[in-house]
């Protein structure tokens, strides 16, 4: 079986599937790659088929069609409508949990109770589906409330409300279906954490992990960490506040019972768990899952796992996992996302990008797409986050100087980044 070469579908069409394209493809066991949809600059790197990610009949049969070995999931969308679960019973492997498993993410009510019963460090907090409850349950906390729409909303079903009265009207346009449809029709009451986040990824297979890097990524549009939510406008590993002795709290109070509990759940998890994290004054406490690598947190964690990532990610889908065979690099990475004007708000888009060489491209850059497209044989802009110019150095510092070089040697019109990518480490190490 050794030398047996991979074909391998990818699915999605962002910055996190194009960096899983670009080191996918540095493994001497790949055979054919397809992207599906996959986007502009993706389709530079390899084959891309026109079948949306939400497609799950279509990219089941993609999948068998194109007799793939290997299915890579990058988006919870697919995972939570049940892409796996169907793939692995037309015999195909994947990278990628089943709807079981995808539920950590898609419903946050359903994550909740699963840390109530699996004693997880988390915050305090309640489930609710009628508004009378919720407004009794703000009204009486006896500490500052975040509400949170259950279901998948894209990242931006939290909302943060300053007084009580904004908690009431947040949770009430959230129930009445207002706020984010269906997916705000459940909710979660719970206390407001205060400390640094970090995003931490595991790597599952069934009870054994990978922990890569701790990651942080800048979800405000503008320095300083200023204005509007966005998906996520850089970021940069490892970071530094997960110390030691945080990921050893995340290990044994977190990972552990969380894998734990899913066995106990009947759960065979095979893919990436994202586990966010506030370092609060009692320890490490859990924000939220996801069932997937985060979007740009996976454009500096795939140049930082020095092993086949490939080989990896298919012993997984197979249910194999030998954690002693990982390498992980000890490098730094950071990815600044330049965006299209507008960005969070409604944006421009069709503009032409200019792109450097690839022979120009420094040693350890990566230019990752996430929102472009081709017309002709022309790349334009398509989406908000349009590029990742990534770095990786033996310092943060050499990261980041990588990757705002390749800021300066990209330009479309109206494209913005922030200069303030890991600005928090960088004052840390003063
Ligand atoms: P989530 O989608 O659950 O990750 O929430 C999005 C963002 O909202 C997080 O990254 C935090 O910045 C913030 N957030 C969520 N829950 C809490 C909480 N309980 N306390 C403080 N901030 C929170
Ligand atoms: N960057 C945050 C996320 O992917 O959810």
Same mark, same amino acid.
């Given at each position: 079986?050794?030398?047996?070469?991979?074909?391998?579908?990818?699915?999605?069409?962002?910055?996190?599937?194009?960096?899983?394209?670009?080191?996918?493809?540095?493994?001497?066991?790949?055979?054919?790659?397809?992207?599906?949809?996959?986007?502009?600059?993706?389709?530079? =790197?390899?084959?891309?088929? *026109?079948?949306?990610?939400?497609?799950?009949?279509?990219?089941?049969?993609?999948?068998? =069609?194109?007799?793939? *070995?290997?299915? +890579?999931?990058? !988006?919870? @969308?697919?995972?939570?409508?049940?892409? %796996?679960?169907?793939?692995?019973?037309?015999?195909?492997?994947?990278?990628? !949990?089943?709807?079981?498993?995808?539920?950590?993410?898609?419903?946050?009510?359903?994550?909740? *109770?699963?840390?109530?019963?699996?004693?997880?460090?988390?915050?305090?907090?309640?489930?609710? &589906?009628?508004?009378?409850?919720?407004?009794?349950?703000?009204?009486?906390?006896?500490?500052? #409330?975040?509400?949170?729409?259950?279901?998948?909303?894209?990242?931006?079903?939290? +909302?943060?409300?300053?007084?009580?009265?904004?908690?009431?009207?947040? %949770?009430?346009?959230?129930?009445?279906?207002?706020?984010?449809?269906?997916?705000? /029709?459940?909710?979660? +009451?719970?206390? /407001?954490?205060?400390?640094?986040? %970090?995003?931490?990824?595991?790597?599952?297979?069934?009870?054994?992990? +990978?922990?890569?890097?701790?990651?942080?990524?800048? /979800?405000?549009?503008?320095?300083?960490?200023?204005?509007?939510?966005?998906?996520?406008?850089?970021?940069?590993?490892?970071?530094?506040?997960?110390?030691?002795? #945080?990921?050893?709290?995340?290990?044994?109070?977190?990972?552990?019972?969380?894998?734990?509990?899913?066995?106990?759940?009947? &759960?065979?998890?095979?893919?990436?768990?994202?586990?966010?994290?506030?370092?609060?004054?009692?320890?490490?406490?859990?924000?939220?899952?996801?069932?997937?690598?985060?979007? !740009?947190?996976?454009?500096?964690?795939?140049?930082?796992?020095?092993?086949?990532? $490939?080989?990896?990610?298919? *012993?997984?889908?197979?249910?194999?996992?030998?954690?002693? /065979?990982?390498?992980?690099?000890?490098?730094?990475?950071?990815?600044? #996302?330049?965006?299209?004007?507008?960005?969070?708000?409604?944006?421009?888009?069709?503009?032409?990008?200019?792109?450097?060489?690839?022979?120009?491209? !420094?040693?350890?850059?990566?230019?990752?797409?996430?929102?472009?497209?081709?017309?002709?044989?022309?790349?334009?802009?398509?989406?908000?986050? @349009?590029?990742?110019?990534?770095?990786?150095?033996?310092? $943060?510092?050499?990261?980041?100087?990588?990757?705002?070089?390749?800021?300066?040697? #990209?330009?479309?019109?109206?494209?913005?980044?922030?200069?303030? &990518?890991?600005?928090?480490?960088?004052?840390?190490?003063?």
């Amino acid at each position: 079986m050794e030398n047996k070469k991979l074909n391998v579908l990818i699915v999605g069409s962002g910055g996190r599937e194009h960096a899983l394209v670009k080191a996918v493809k540095k493994s001497p066991i790949l055979g054919k790659l397809v992207c599906a949809p996959g986007n502009g600059g993706i389709s530079k =790197d390899c084959q891309v088929a *026109d079948v949306k990610a939400e497609d799950i009949d279509g990219i089941v049969k993609l999948a068998k =069609d194109g007799m793939f *070995d290997l299915v +890579i999931c990058g !988006p919870e @969308v697919p995972l939570s409508m049940g892409l %796996a679960d169907r793939l692995r019973s037309e015999g195909v492997a994947v990278y990628g !949990p089943s709807k079981n498993g995808a539920v950590l993410e898609a419903s946050k009510a359903y994550s909740k *109770d699963f840390m109530k019963k699996y004693s997880i460090p988390t915050a305090q907090g309640t489930n609710f &589906i009628d508004v009378d409850s919720a407004e009794k349950y703000i009204r009486s906390a006896p500490f500052d #409330v975040v509400i949170k729409a259950s279901g998948l909303a894209a990242g931006k079903g939290v +909302i943060i409300p300053q007084t009580r009265d904004e908690a009431v009207d947040a %949770a009430r346009e959230m129930l009445e279906g207002e706020a984010f449809g269906d997916s705000g /029709k459940e909710i979660v +009451i719970e206390e /407001k954490m205060e400390g640094e986040e %970090a995003s931490i990824m595991l790597m599952v297979c069934g009870d054994k992990y +990978i922990m890569l890097p701790a990651s942080q990524d800048h /979800k405000r549009v503008g320095e300083g960490d200023t204005g509007l939510n966005t998906g996520g406008m850089g970021a940069y590993a490892p970071a530094a506040v997960a110390t030691p002795e #945080v990921l050893a709290a995340v290990r044994k109070n977190i990972v552990e019972p969380v894998l734990a509990g899913l066995k106990n759940e009947g &759960i065979d998890y095979r893919g990436t768990l994202y586990v966010g994290i506030m370092i609060t004054a009692q320890g490490p406490k859990v924000v939220e899952f996801n069932v997937r690598f985060g979007d !740009p947190e996976c454009q500096v964690l795939m140049p930082l796992i020095e092993s086949d990532v $490939l080989e990896l990610m298919n *012993d997984i889908a197979n249910g194999s996992l030998d954690e002693s /065979k990982v390498k992980i690099s000890d490098k730094f990475a950071a990815v600044v #996302v330049m965006c299209a004007d507008g960005y969070p708000n409604s944006y421009r888009k069709g503009d032409k990008i200019k792109l450097p060489e690839d022979s120009e491209i !420094p040693q350890g850059g990566w230019i990752i797409h996430a929102g472009t497209k081709l017309d002709g044989d022309e790349l334009v802009t398509s989406g908000g986050r @349009v590029l990742g110019l990534t770095g990786t150095g033996s310092t $943060l510092r050499e990261a980041l100087d990588t990757a705002y070089a390749l800021c300066g040697a #990209v330009s479309f019109k109206g494209g913005f980044y922030r200069k303030d &990518i890991a600005h928090r480490e960088l004052e840390r190490q003063k």
